[in-house]
């Protein structure tokens, strides 16, 4: 079952439809800074190696920045 997700996910389309969603909602940059348009060339320099590892279940993604919150009580 694992393999047919991460098989649908890598497919091209999937990948395009998931980048101009990013690109439409005008997504910001992340943790690492880099923006829509440093994304779409990053991952089509490392396409290859990044659909390799999520197929093979090797992938791991960066861990995310905690901020915490103040909340006026507590």
Known sequence: MYEE???QVVRPENATAAWKAVKRNKGAPGI???TVEQLRDH???HWETIRAKLLAGTYVPSP????????PDG
């Open 5 to 7: 997700l991460m098989e």
């Open 64 to 71: 995310v920045r905690r901020v915490e919150i103040p909340k």
């Open 43 to 45: 991952v089509r320099q």
């Open 32 to 34: 690492d800074g880099m």
